[in-house]
């Protein structure tokens, strides 16, 4: 069944109507219905869906002398003359680029697709009824909370059908489900008459869970009002652990260019063997975890995805190809072809994007810290960054950093005070073994969470630098 | 050339059907299709962005709003959004009307410029692209470039039942450069862009100069020192003060945070917020920037809002609903990404009006500190009132004047301290509008201008 329960099969119905187009081309299709629920309090504000897309994105790859020309044009216009229209533009812009790739090639056929938790059954069955009961339980989890509300929210539901057909016999058909929610919530009242504080959260993944809503909402409700209470962090070096939710806003945005064909191509890859970290660090691609976003049972132009590990003992161990870097590069396509940019994986609009080699899911291997309650312990004194505003991860140089919106002193092994405002950078990877988060991680955590497109534990890092208007300074200790 | 106002009969028969089961509907149709050409040591690219065409429809049901949306403009779309839509509306209460003002404007702007850059064709921007990647590698110690240029045509048609017909059509160009240095394992990058709306004539914005001093500082960074930690006197170059006022300040002022009485700014509406010399605002009608807008995507012209007014915040940006619960008018700014996205309060463009103290001036009143360039990166707090800037990179300030070339580093702390803190704005020859894209939540990326000359405070300054 198609994503809107009738027979839609886009990019079979595209590559019916390519006629004798001269290979190699795909189309990589997607056909999706979107639902979101928006809330100004508990109050329903907005109901949007279906909101009902289909499109596809048409590749041609064209032999000029020694380089390789790739067309690539994508549309929302499905009819006969849509796609002649479509394939006249790749054709032109394939004149026109270079990649320089020796063999024009695309996948074969990658025989019957491995089935991955992907799609939510409820959502697939009924997304709006699935979307409204999980607001109503949402709403239900605030009941009886008398200093905390949620100011505003959104809860998206998508559906998406995705099909993929080539010139070398491949189509494909898998469909998938992605969940994205974003919930400020506001913490107020009591005694001590400060303004509210906020904790805005946002996240995606691939399942609505109903069930996790009370625990959620409880940890949710103390950050807003920790937030309220948090004063300035402090100035200097200092241990800190960052949590999952502050990886997934750093690991993906670096990984997912720095170890990849593309960024081997421009000579900006670590070279296979370089110690980037402790021999305890170990980083895994793996486009197969369940209900991870990055989980689909084959890469975007067709190869069925596995798991490959980036970094092992502390040493970069592999890289991530798709088949033209692959074929540039003299080595094999391992099933790491995106479409999309890092900030627009969305399900239902990947077809605008154009292939590129990238991460699926990040698999930090969990280590020997413990709980996160050890890892604090083992920090002794330093820093818990709960949120950062935006890392903006700096995929080229590795540099990322933020203000940070809530966190905890650590004092004497436990968590102190909550802090907000001032900075926290630095680099995920730097030469020569210069400090950086990777070189300085003293322990991972021994329990993974799945947190976007990163499936990792907390990390307790030796050494960060943190700017802050609170008194005094900290320093790590060496 | 197919026009959105081809369907015209088709959305006006869909209103027309849903007229009598609501006090409100309205269509958005829009059509997109653009180019981008990027060029580097080992490839050319060349993508045509996609050609993206459909309609969402939004109807008030007494209670709440509902909308659905669909990529097609033909008949059986149209008739299930009305099965869709007319399902929503079935348990509503269909005579209340929504809300604020319905617009009931009839204007078209068909603003294709004289030399739009679709007519170059590909091979000729691909040999503008090798130019400046050309002009960029001549610097020493550069190893990899990426010129790009991209052109995306937008046109849009808003219709609803109180009679609004709202048809617009704009050509958005942009060009920019991203030298990469790299020595001894270590990478440094910097980057130049620029855009707005118009044809080939803004591709003219990247000269050989421009390319050349964007590379130099790329290798520069090489041997740049880290940057100062703590509390500092501040000078933020144009495009830094320019994000200032759209993230920290700007996302505050937009007044459906001040429904969900989000905002740390509501409470100090009429106050003085800055020095007297200080004015802000938020202007969607200045011909060819990056964020304009002839109508917005709920049929109100574009125009100029005062948000502070000589130190004084006295000004909001309103959507329809907003406005009606504040006891305000529409200001032109509700938006869209696209039709696959809601219609909600945002910025156009977003500016702080600029003084008449020079940059050394400046820097000479600041003393000791630094001087922060080439906006990276801004982050919004509108409940919490902190900032967040981050710059590629930055010089310090000793004893007056401009010293050590610095990496990059992020700005931080209270927005209202930084605004009392202002001490000196920059001249109007310095004044640029940046070609920004600014999400609001999670995702909903939208063009925005945002403008500003120097400007000299005190913030938090920390490593990033």
Same mark, same amino acid.
């Given at each position: 069944m198609s994503a809107d329960g009738a027979p839609a099969d886009t990019a079979f119905r595209v590559a019916d109507r390519l006629g004798g187009l001269e290979g190699p081309w795909d189309v990589f299709a997607e056909r999706s219905r979107l639902y979101e629920i928006h809330l100004n309090g508990l109050r329903v504000e907005m109901v949007r869906g279906p909101i009902r897309l289909e499109g596809y994105g048409i590749r041609l790859l064209r032999r000029h002398g020694d380089v390789l020309?790739?067309?690539?044009? /994508?549309?929302?216009?499905?009819?006969?003359?849509?796609?002649?229209?479509?394939?006249?533009?790749?054709?032109?812009?394939?004149?026109?680029?270079?990649?320089?790739?020796?063999?024009?090639?695309?996948?074969?056929?990658?025989?019957?697709?491995?089935?991955?938790?992907?799609?939510?059954?409820?959502?697939?069955?009924?997304?709006?009824?699935?979307?409204?009961?999980?607001?109503?339980?949402?709403?239900?989890?605030?009941?009886?909370?008398?200093?905390?509300?949620?100011?505003?929210?959104?809860?998206?539901?998508?559906?998406?059908?995705?099909?993929?057909?080539?010139?070398?016999?491949?189509? /494909?058909?898998?469909?998938?489900?992605?969940?994205?929610?974003?919930?400020?919530?506001?913490?107020?009242?009591?005694?001590?008459?400060?303004?509210?504080?906020?904790?805005?959260?946002?996240?995606?993944?691939?399942?609505?869970?109903?069930?996790?809503?009370?625990?959620?909402?409880?940890?949710?409700?103390?950050?807003?009002?920790?937030?309220?209470?948090?004063?300035?962090?402090?100035?200097?070096?200092?241990?800190?652990?960052?949590?999952?939710?502050?990886?997934?806003?750093?690991?993906?945005?670096?990984?997912g260019f720095k170890f990849t064909g593309a960024a081997q191509l421009r000579h900006m890859a670590p070279e296979i063997g370089t110690t980037v970290g402790p021999a305890s660090l170990s980083v895994v691609d793996d486009g197969t975890l369940p209900w991870g976003a990055g989980t689909t049972p084959i890469d975007d132009e067709g190869t069925p995805r596995g798991s490959r590990p980036l970094i092992t003992g502390g040493q970069v161990s592999a890289l991530l190809y798709d088949q033209l870097h692959a074929g540039a590069l003299g080595t094999t396509t391992t099933g790491s072809a995106r479409r999309g940019s890092y900030f627009h994986h969305v399900p239902g609009r990947r077809y605008m994007g154009r292939v590129a080699p990238s991460s699926s899911t990040t698999v930090v291997a969990p280590g020997t810290g413990g709980t996160e309650a050890e890892l604090i312990e083992a920090a002794g004194d330093g820093l818990w960054v709960q949120q950062i505003g935006w890392a903006s991860p700096e995929a080229a140089t590795t540099a990322f950093g933020g203000e940070i919106r809530l966190g905890y002193r650590i004092r004497g092994g436990k968590l102190a005070e909550p802090i907000r405002g001032g900075t926290v950078g630095g680099l995920l990877m730097a030469p020569n073994g210069g400090p950086s988060l990777f070189h300085d991680l003293e322990a991972a955590g021994s329990r993974p969470v799945l947190c976007g497109e990163v499936y990792t534990p907390a990390l307790l890092v030796r050494s960060m630098t943190v700017a802050g208007a609170g008194s005094g300074t900290a320093t790590a200790a060496p | 050339m197919p026009d959105l106002r081809d369907h015209e009969h088709e959305f006006q028969r869909l209103l027309r059907t849903l007229e009598p089961r609501t006090a409100f509907a309205e269509v958005f149709a829009q059509r997109r299709e653009g180019e981008s050409v990027s060029v580097d040591s080992k490839s050319v690219t060349a993508a045509k962005s996609p050609q993206l065409g459909g309609f969402a429809v939004r109807a008030w049901t007494g209670q709440r709003w509902i909308e659905t949306a669909a990529s097609a403009f033909d008949a059986g779309a149209i008739a299930a959004t009305i099965e869709e839509i007319g399902r929503g509306l079935a348990h509503g209460d269909g005579s209340s009307p929504p809300p604020g003002?319905?617009?009931?404007?009839?204007?078209?702007?068909?603003?294709?410029?004289?030399?739009?850059?679709?007519?170059?064709?590909?091979?000729?921007?691909?040999?503008?692209?090798?130019?400046?990647?050309?002009?960029?590698?001549?610097?020493?110690?550069?190893?990899?470039?990426?010129?790009?240029?991209?052109?995306?045509?937008d046109e849009r048609y808003y219709l609803n039942t109180t009679g609004s017909r709202c048809y617009q059509r704009v050509s958005r160009v942009r060009t920019g450069v991203v030298p990469i240095a790299i020595e001894n394992g270590r990478t440094e990058i910097n980057f130049y862009d620029s855009g707005g709306i118009g044809g080939e004539e803004i591709l003219g914005a990247m000269t050989e100069e421009r390319a050349r001093q964007t590379a130099e500082t790329a290798h520069a960074l090489l041997t740049a020192k880290p940057p100062p930690t703590g509390p500092?006197?501040?000078?933020?170059?144009?495009?830094? @003060?320019?994000?200032?006022?759209?993230?920290?300040?700007?996302?505050?002022?937009?007044?459906?945070?001040?429904?969900?009485?989000?905002?740390?700014?509501?409470?100090?509406?009429?106050?003085?917020?800055?020095?007297?010399?200080?004015t802000l605002v938020d202007d969607g009608s200045i011909p060819g920037a990056w964020g304009s807008v002839y109508f917005d995507d709920e049929g109100?012209?574009?125009?100029?809002?005062?948000?502070?007014?000589?130190?004084?915040?006295?000004?909001?940006?309103?959507?329809?609903?907003?406005?009606?619960?504040?006891?305000? @008018?529409?200001?032109?700014?509700?938006?869209?990404?696209?039709?696959?996205?809601?219609?909600?309060?945002?910025?156009?463009?977003?500016?702080?009006?600029?003084?008449?103290?020079?940059?050394?001036?400046?820097?000479?009143?600041?003393?000791?500190?630094?001087?922060?360039?080439?906006?990276?990166?801004?982050?919004?707090?509108?409940?919490?009132?902190?900032?967040?800037?981050?710059?590629?990179?930055?010089?310090?300030?000793?004893?007056?004047?401009?010293?050590?070339?610095?990496?990059?580093?992020?700005?931080?702390?209270?927005?209202?301290?930084?605004?009392?803190s202002i001490r000196g704005t920059g001249p109007s020859r310095s004044f640029e509008i940046t070609a920004g894209m600014c999400g609001k939540g999670h995702g909903d990326y939208l063009n925005v201008g945002d403008g500003g000359s120097y400007l000299l405070s005190r913030a938090l300054v920390g490593p990033a």
């Open positions: 020309g790739v067309g690539f044009q /994508a549309s929302t216009e499905l009819s006969a003359d849509g796609v002649a229209r479509t394939v006249s533009e790749a054709e032109t812009v394939a004149r026109w680029s270079e990649f320089p790739a020796p063999k024009a090639q695309l996948p074969t056929a990658p025989g019957p697709l491995r089935t991955f938790d992907i799609l939510d059954p409820t959502l697939e069955r009924d997304a709006a009824g699935a979307l409204d009961a999980y607001v109503a339980a949402l709403r239900g989890a605030f009941e009886g909370k008398a200093d905390a509300v949620p100011s505003f929210g959104s809860v998206k539901a998508i559906v998406a059908e995705t099909t993929l057909a080539n010139s070398s016999g491949v189509a /494909a058909r898998y469909v998938h489900s992605m969940v994205e929610e974003e919930l400020a919530i506001k913490s107020f009242g009591g005694p001590e008459g400060r303004p509210p504080g906020e904790y805005w959260y946002t996240g995606s993944e691939r399942r609505l869970r109903p069930e996790a809503l009370p625990d959620r909402v409880e940890q949710w409700i103390r950050c807003a009002r920790d937030a309220r209470r948090a004063a300035s962090p402090p100035s200097g070096n200092l241990r800190v652990v960052l949590p999952p939710e502050v990886l997934e806003a750093i690991l993906p945005g670096v990984i | 003002p319905s617009s009931t404007t009839v204007g078209s702007h068909d603003a294709m410029p004289s030399r739009p850059v679709r007519d170059l064709g590909t091979d000729r921007l691909v040999a503008l692209e090798r130019e400046v990647f050309r002009w960029s590698m001549s610097v020493p110690g550069i190893v990899e470039t990426q010129a790009l240029a991209d052109w995306a045509d500092m006197n501040v000078v933020l170059d144009p495009g830094v @003060a320019a994000t200032f006022a759209h993230e920290s300040f700007g996302h505050g002022t937009e007044a459906d945070q001040f429904v969900r009485q989000r905002s740390y700014l509501q409470p100090i509406l009429g106050q003085m917020v800055g020095p007297d010399f200080l109100h012209p574009g125009q100029r809002t005062t948000l502070i007014d000589h130190g004084r915040f006295v000004g909001a940006l309103h959507d329809r609903e907003s406005a009606a619960l504040l006891g305000a @008018a529409p200001t032109g700014n509700t938006r869209r990404a696209d039709f696959l996205s809601r219609a909600f309060v945002r910025m156009t463009n977003t500016l702080v009006v600029p003084g008449d103290w020079s940059l050394d001036e400046l820097v000479r009143e600041a003393g000791e500190g630094v001087l922060l360039e080439r906006w990276s990166s801004g982050m919004e707090d509108p409940a919490g009132g902190q900032m967040q800037l981050k710059v590629q990179y930055g010089h310090r300030i000793e004893h007056g004047r401009l010293t050590d070339l610095v990496s990059s580093m992020a700005l931080s702390g209270s927005v209202l301290e930084f605004l009392r």
